[in-house]
């Protein structure tokens, strides 16, 4: 029980100052130490619901981690009859807190690298913890002959240890079955538009609770192995000369057919306009993304400076990033998977290597380059279908190499059929592709889905995980045609 409420006062001061909870303090220990192929079967298997466990599971270890606390204090309590046991659980567990894991994760010793406000925040959170270890160890039986009162003084440790509960489940259930059961790309059905509304496209993050940055609070700071170091706020990156593009992204978790790929048009500045300005010095070889919420990730200096598409963006289909998308700003490098791409961008350094990132700590490919990939958006998996005409339709991506050309099959391979392809939006988008499909027999069919890249290759038969490079094969559906 006072495990419990500890953990819903975690997550209430979460709420109300911003309290960085321990499940999201303790994330990126826990994914550093995970094996990369476990954390790609996770992702693979569950897709959002694998960040949502992940979560739950640590909320799980701290209130059993407070259970053990209080029974060793429940056990000195009676063996050796301390005084004040409830109150030494409470302080226990702050040390550990500040001492240990906050130190861990980032926020210095006691947490005090963020000021007072954390440790004290802390200690609110264990007194609370305190003072219900000792109303379950009041609550004991005693030869009380007020019946009624001992049944009260019973049922209040309960009480507490339900209306914690209750109040974890409004905070966190909603999000959570958000996250796995209607996430923004699951309101798209049949085929596609060729621009993905801004309420349908895709997001993935790492984080438990995405940071929410005020426009007055951010600035772009460009510095280095450079002369003349840069830093831009909000208004000041907007009034440069800015491009906008047309590009679709890719997450690098993607499954074959999978639904993580979306297209809009982003305005920004060029990277490379960026590092001119700020004069990279000759011995400068890569360029490292610092974001707001911890993430990093690199890029070769010279891929940056060969390519103007590469954008610092902050509009989203002609309004500014949504907070989920990266407020103030993003990277976008155009022919990679998402990965490379951070949002919440706030640093900029030409360094003399290049680094990796976040996810390449975590055993993924550091290039993340897009392979070709084509899927059905109609019919979906399993339908059921009329004999005669049926339309089929989806999506085809290979980056910034183009797609050349669309191909399907209902044989299970043995033929294959053209199919149209409509041209891209710009050089850096999908192709949507039709066709029509008459079956020969009533019964069960597979449909096969290829495409082939603009240097003539087509994408990769072989089945593999989105792990470590991202995920390859034909797209298959099953449909059942009947009269």
Not at 36 to 42: H, M, T, W
Request: hydrophobic fraction near 45%; proline fraction near 7%; charged fraction near 15%.
């Amino acid at each position: 029980m006072a495990g419990l409420a500890a953990a819903a006062v975690m997550y209430l001061a979460a709420a109300l100052i911003g309290l960085r909870t321990l499940p999201e303090a303790l994330q990126q220990p826990v994914l550093t130490h995970m094996p990369g192929p476990v954390f790609g079967l996770l992702i693979d298997t569950l897709q959002h619901a694998g960040k949502v466990i992940e979560e739950a599971g640590l909320l799980a270890t701290m209130v059993f981690a407070l259970s053990a606390l209080g029974v060793a204090s429940g056990f000195l309590a009676d063996r050796r009859g301390l005084p004040w046991s409830g109150l030494l659980a409470g302080a226990a567990a702050w040390l550990v807190v500040t001492l240990v894991l906050l130190p861990l994760t980032g926020e210095g010793l006691l947490g005090l690298g963020c000021g007072l406000t954390l440790p004290v925040a802390w200690a609110v959170v264990f007194v609370v913890y305190a003072l219900v270890w000792n109303a379950v160890c009041s609550a004991a039986p005693a030869p009380d002959p007020d019946l009624g009162r001992r049944r009260l003084i019973t049922a209040m440790p309960v009480g507490v240890g339900l209306g914690s509960l209750v109040l974890l489940g409004v905070l966190k259930l909603p999000g959570w079955v958000r996250d796995v059961v209607s996430p923004p790309e699951a309101g798209l059905s049949g085929p596609v538009p060729e621009i993905t509304p801004v309420g349908n496209f895709y997001i993935v993050s790492k984080n438990f609770s995405d940071p929410v940055v005020a426009e007055t609070d951010w600035a772009l700071r460009l510095g280095g192995m450079v002369d003349r170091p840069l830093r831009l706020d909000y208004s000041q990156l907007r009034a440069l000369p800015s491009t906008t593009q047309l590009m679709t992204l890719e997450c690098v978790s993607n499954d074959v057919g999978g639904p993580l790929m979306s297209t809009g048009s982003f305005t920004g500045v060029s990277l490379r306009d960026l590092i001119v300005m700020a004069s990279p010095q000759s011995s400068g070889k890569a360029v490292a993304f610092k974001s707001r919420d911890g993430y990093a990730e690199s890029a070769a200096l010279k891929m940056v400076m060969d390519d103007p598409t590469i954008l610092v963006a902050y509009n989203l289909d002609g309004k500014r990033l949504p907070d989920k998308h990266g407020f103030p700003a993003r990277i976008l490098i155009p022919g990679h998977y998402g990965m490379r791409g951070p949002k919440w961008v706030e640093e900029i350094n030409v360094t003399d290597s290049d680094s990796g990132g976040y996810w390449e700590g975590q055993g993924w490919d550091h290039q993340a380059i897009v392979k070709t990939t084509a899927r059905f958006d109609s019919p979906r998996d399993g339908a059921f279908l009329r004999s005669g005409a049926v339309e089929l339709a989806g999506v085809a991506f290979a980056g910034v190499r183009g797609v050349q050309a669309v191909e399907w099959s209902a044989d299970g391979g043995k033929s294959w059929t053209a199919a149209d392809v409509k041209p891209p939006l710009s050089p850096l988008t999908w192709v949507l592709w039709r066709a029509t499909w008459s079956s020969a027999r009533e019964g069960a069919y597979t449909l096969q889905v290829r495409a082939r890249d603009g240097q003539g290759n087509w994408q990769s038969s072989q089945a593999a995980p989105s792990f470590p490079a991202g995920a390859s094969g034909f797209h298959q559906v099953r449909v059942t045609v009947s009269r």
